[in-house]
Protein backbone atom coordinates (compact mmCIF):
# COMPACT_ATOMS: atom_id res chain seq x y z
CA UNK A 1 0.00 0.00 0.00
CA UNK A 2 1.58 3.33 -0.87
CA UNK A 3 1.76 6.39 1.21
CA UNK A 4 -0.13 9.00 -0.67
CA UNK A 5 -1.96 11.39 1.56
CA UNK A 6 -5.14 13.51 1.39
CA UNK A 7 -4.23 17.03 0.55
CA UNK A 8 -5.25 20.19 2.49
CA UNK A 9 -8.13 21.01 0.18
CA UNK A 10 -10.16 24.40 1.97
CA UNK A 11 -13.66 23.57 2.48
CA UNK A 12 -16.60 25.64 0.87
CA UNK A 13 -18.52 27.72 3.53
CA UNK A 14 -22.20 28.53 2.73
CA UNK A 15 -23.23 29.53 5.99
CA UNK A 16 -22.36 31.46 9.09
CA UNK A 17 -23.45 32.36 12.37
CA UNK A 18 -23.17 35.94 13.89
CA UNK A 19 -20.84 35.83 16.62
CA UNK A 20 -18.84 32.51 15.35
CA UNK A 21 -15.19 33.61 15.38
CA UNK A 22 -14.43 30.40 13.56
CA UNK A 23 -12.15 31.07 10.38
CA UNK A 24 -13.55 34.53 10.86
CA UNK A 25 -10.70 37.43 11.23
CA UNK A 26 -12.16 39.72 13.93
CA UNK A 27 -11.49 43.17 15.49
CA UNK A 28 -13.11 44.49 18.50
CA UNK A 29 -13.29 47.98 19.57
CA UNK A 30 -14.89 50.21 22.74
CA UNK A 31 -15.42 53.45 20.49
CA UNK A 32 -18.74 55.52 20.56
CA UNK A 33 -19.93 58.36 18.56
CA UNK A 34 -21.43 60.68 20.38
CA UNK A 35 -24.17 62.71 18.99
CA UNK A 36 -22.39 66.06 18.96
CA UNK A 37 -21.42 68.90 16.68
CA UNK A 38 -17.94 66.80 16.24
CA UNK A 39 -20.22 64.60 13.86
CA UNK A 40 -17.39 62.29 13.95
CA UNK A 41 -18.37 59.18 11.60
CA UNK A 42 -17.36 55.63 11.74
CA UNK A 43 -15.33 54.91 8.48
CA UNK A 44 -14.48 51.00 7.77
CA UNK A 45 -11.89 49.48 5.81
CA UNK A 46 -13.60 45.71 6.48
CA UNK A 47 -10.89 44.03 4.54
CA UNK A 48 -7.94 46.29 5.11
CA UNK A 49 -7.28 46.84 2.01
CA UNK A 50 -6.31 50.19 1.93
CA UNK A 51 -10.04 51.35 1.35
CA UNK A 52 -12.95 52.32 3.12
CA UNK A 53 -16.35 50.22 3.00
CA UNK A 54 -18.91 51.19 5.33
CA UNK A 55 -19.31 54.68 6.88
CA UNK A 56 -21.74 55.10 9.43
CA UNK A 57 -22.19 59.14 10.09
CA UNK A 58 -24.62 60.65 12.73
CA UNK A 59 -26.87 63.91 11.04
CA UNK A 60 -28.42 66.85 12.27
CA UNK A 61 -30.76 69.01 10.35
CA UNK A 62 -33.75 70.66 9.94
CA UNK A 63 -35.33 74.65 9.50
CA UNK A 64 -34.57 77.12 11.67
CA UNK A 65 -37.92 77.32 12.72
CA UNK A 66 -38.57 73.86 13.47
CA UNK A 67 -35.32 72.84 14.98
CA UNK A 68 -32.85 69.76 14.40
CA UNK A 69 -33.07 66.44 14.35
CA UNK A 70 -30.98 63.69 14.15
CA UNK A 71 -31.03 60.83 11.21
CA UNK A 72 -28.62 57.89 11.52
CA UNK A 73 -26.87 56.08 8.61
CA UNK A 74 -25.36 53.52 7.60
CA UNK A 75 -23.63 54.16 3.56
CA UNK A 76 -22.16 51.18 1.51
CA UNK A 77 -19.05 53.08 0.09
CA UNK A 78 -18.43 50.73 -2.76
CA UNK A 79 -21.36 48.78 -5.27
CA UNK A 80 -19.25 45.74 -3.99
CA UNK A 81 -19.93 46.34 -0.46
CA UNK A 82 -23.16 44.95 0.46
CA UNK A 83 -24.98 44.46 3.26
CA UNK A 84 -27.67 41.89 4.90
CA UNK A 85 -30.95 44.35 3.64
CA UNK A 86 -33.74 44.28 1.20
CA UNK A 87 -36.38 47.11 0.17
CA UNK A 88 -39.75 46.40 1.95
CA UNK A 89 -42.88 48.10 2.48
CA UNK A 90 -43.22 49.53 5.40
CA UNK A 91 -46.70 51.00 6.85
CA UNK A 92 -47.10 53.94 8.58
CA UNK A 93 -50.49 56.31 9.67
CA UNK A 94 -51.81 59.77 8.76
CA UNK A 95 -53.38 61.32 11.40
CA UNK A 96 -55.65 64.84 10.77
CA UNK A 97 -57.87 66.63 13.00
CA UNK A 98 -59.22 70.19 13.60
CA UNK A 99 -60.83 71.70 17.10
CA UNK A 100 -61.16 75.22 17.91
CA UNK A 101 -61.62 77.10 21.30
CA UNK A 102 -62.16 80.69 22.51
CA UNK A 103 -59.78 82.53 25.08
CA UNK A 104 -60.09 86.01 26.15
CA UNK A 105 -62.10 86.91 23.02
CA UNK A 106 -59.41 85.11 20.62
CA UNK A 107 -60.31 82.21 18.52
CA UNK A 108 -57.85 79.58 17.86
CA UNK A 109 -58.09 77.24 15.55
CA UNK A 110 -55.52 74.31 15.99
CA UNK A 111 -54.46 71.50 12.82
CA UNK A 112 -52.79 68.83 13.84
CA UNK A 113 -50.89 66.46 12.07
CA UNK A 114 -49.17 63.55 12.77
CA UNK A 115 -47.30 60.75 11.10
CA UNK A 116 -46.94 57.41 12.92
CA UNK A 117 -44.96 54.51 11.99
CA UNK A 118 -46.55 52.76 15.00
CA UNK A 119 -50.26 52.48 15.33
CA UNK A 120 -53.05 54.71 14.40
CA UNK A 121 -54.18 57.90 16.41
CA UNK A 122 -57.94 57.31 15.49
CA UNK A 123 -59.70 54.19 13.85
CA UNK A 124 -60.34 56.11 10.39
CA UNK A 125 -56.77 56.76 10.37
CA UNK A 126 -55.42 55.67 6.34
CA UNK A 127 -52.60 54.05 5.90
CA UNK A 128 -49.35 54.52 4.14
CA UNK A 129 -47.26 52.50 2.27
CA UNK A 130 -43.54 53.56 1.75
CA UNK A 131 -40.52 51.60 0.13
CA UNK A 132 -37.53 51.76 2.54
CA UNK A 133 -34.21 49.99 2.37
CA UNK A 134 -33.89 48.48 5.26
CA UNK A 135 -30.66 47.01 7.01
CA UNK A 136 -31.62 43.58 9.25
CA UNK A 137 -30.89 43.75 13.05
CA UNK A 138 -29.94 40.26 13.62
CA UNK A 139 -28.97 38.44 16.96
CA UNK A 140 -25.93 36.55 18.35
CA UNK A 141 -26.09 32.68 16.66
CA UNK A 142 -28.33 33.87 13.94
CA UNK A 143 -27.48 32.28 10.32
CA UNK A 144 -26.43 33.93 7.33
CA UNK A 145 -25.01 33.04 4.57
CA UNK A 146 -24.68 32.72 0.31
CA UNK A 147 -28.47 31.94 -0.11
CA UNK A 148 -29.53 35.24 1.93
CA UNK A 149 -30.19 38.70 0.24
CA UNK A 150 -27.07 41.33 0.46
CA UNK A 151 -28.01 44.79 -1.20
CA UNK A 152 -25.14 47.53 -2.01
CA UNK A 153 -26.93 50.75 -0.69
CA UNK A 154 -27.62 53.22 1.99
CA UNK A 155 -29.73 52.65 4.99
CA UNK A 156 -31.30 54.75 7.80
CA UNK A 157 -30.68 53.33 10.88
CA UNK A 158 -32.68 55.81 13.32
CA UNK A 159 -34.49 58.75 12.52
CA UNK A 160 -35.46 61.16 15.56
CA UNK A 161 -39.13 61.71 16.55
CA UNK A 162 -40.17 64.80 16.58
CA UNK A 163 -42.78 67.46 16.60
CA UNK A 164 -43.34 71.03 16.45
CA UNK A 165 -46.12 73.99 16.00
CA UNK A 166 -46.34 76.77 13.86
CA UNK A 167 -49.00 80.12 15.00
CA UNK A 168 -50.25 82.60 12.66
CA UNK A 169 -52.14 85.21 14.45
CA UNK A 170 -54.47 88.22 12.74
CA UNK A 171 -55.09 90.86 15.21
CA UNK A 172 -57.72 92.37 13.37
CA UNK A 173 -60.43 89.34 13.56
CA UNK A 174 -58.69 88.28 16.84
CA UNK A 175 -58.08 84.70 15.06
CA UNK A 176 -54.90 82.24 15.35
CA UNK A 177 -54.02 79.30 13.40
CA UNK A 178 -51.91 76.67 14.85
CA UNK A 179 -50.52 74.07 12.44
CA UNK A 180 -48.84 71.52 14.61
CA UNK A 181 -47.46 68.26 12.84
CA UNK A 182 -45.75 65.47 14.66
CA UNK A 183 -43.43 62.85 13.35
CA UNK A 184 -43.17 59.14 15.31
CA UNK A 185 -40.72 57.04 13.51
CA UNK A 186 -39.88 54.73 16.50
CA UNK A 187 -40.93 51.31 14.77
CA UNK A 188 -38.87 52.00 11.64
CA UNK A 189 -35.87 52.36 13.79
CA UNK A 190 -32.95 49.95 14.26
CA UNK A 191 -33.01 48.71 18.10
CA UNK A 192 -32.26 50.54 20.95
CA UNK A 193 -30.24 49.08 24.50
CA UNK A 194 -29.94 45.55 22.29
CA UNK A 195 -26.13 44.79 20.57
CA UNK A 196 -27.20 43.58 17.41
CA UNK A 197 -25.02 42.73 14.34
CA UNK A 198 -25.32 43.59 10.51
CA UNK A 199 -24.09 41.58 7.92
CA UNK A 200 -22.53 42.14 4.72
CA UNK A 201 -20.38 40.80 1.93
CA UNK A 202 -17.92 42.13 0.23
CA UNK A 203 -18.18 40.63 -3.88
CA UNK A 204 -14.80 41.63 -5.22
CA UNK A 205 -12.91 40.10 -8.18
CA UNK A 206 -15.63 36.82 -7.92
CA UNK A 207 -14.35 36.40 -4.15
CA UNK A 208 -16.71 37.23 -1.80
CA UNK A 209 -16.12 37.05 1.74
CA UNK A 210 -18.60 37.26 4.17
CA UNK A 211 -18.66 39.55 7.53
CA UNK A 212 -20.34 41.60 10.32
CA UNK A 213 -20.81 44.78 12.24
CA UNK A 214 -21.75 44.64 16.08
CA UNK A 215 -23.01 47.62 17.09
CA UNK A 216 -25.36 49.28 19.93
CA UNK A 217 -27.18 52.37 19.28
CA UNK A 218 -27.70 54.05 23.16
CA UNK A 219 -30.22 56.91 23.90
CA UNK A 220 -27.88 59.27 24.75
CA UNK A 221 -27.22 60.87 28.24
CA UNK A 222 -28.50 64.38 27.13
CA UNK A 223 -31.90 63.28 25.24
CA UNK A 224 -33.42 60.06 25.15
CA UNK A 225 -34.98 60.79 21.80
CA UNK A 226 -31.30 60.51 19.78
CA UNK A 227 -28.80 58.07 20.34
CA UNK A 228 -25.22 57.46 20.45
CA UNK A 229 -23.36 54.30 18.83
CA UNK A 230 -21.55 52.24 19.63
CA UNK A 231 -18.97 50.25 17.85
CA UNK A 232 -18.25 46.66 19.21
CA UNK A 233 -16.55 44.59 16.78
CA UNK A 234 -16.44 43.80 13.19
CA UNK A 235 -15.59 39.96 11.79
CA UNK A 236 -14.54 38.90 7.91
CA UNK A 237 -14.09 35.59 6.73
CA UNK A 238 -10.73 34.49 6.38
CA UNK A 239 -9.49 34.27 2.70
CA UNK A 240 -8.94 30.49 1.72
Not at 19 to 45: C, K, Q
Not at 64 to 90: R, S
Request: glycine residues 4%; aromatic residues 12%; charged residues 25%.
Amino acid sequence: MGNDTIPDVPVATDKFFFGDATNMIVTTYDTIMEFDDNNRPFILDLNNDGFDDIKIVTNYDGPMDIGEHQTLTLYCLHQYIEILADTVVKESYSHRETSTSENNGWVITTRKYVLSTCEKIAEDDPLNNTKVFEVFANDADDAFGIDDHFQSGNAVLFRESYAYSLSDPNVDNQTVTTNYTQFIYTCWNFPTNEEKYIGFRINLHGNPRYGWLKIKLVPSSWSSKVVDTKLIETAIQKQS
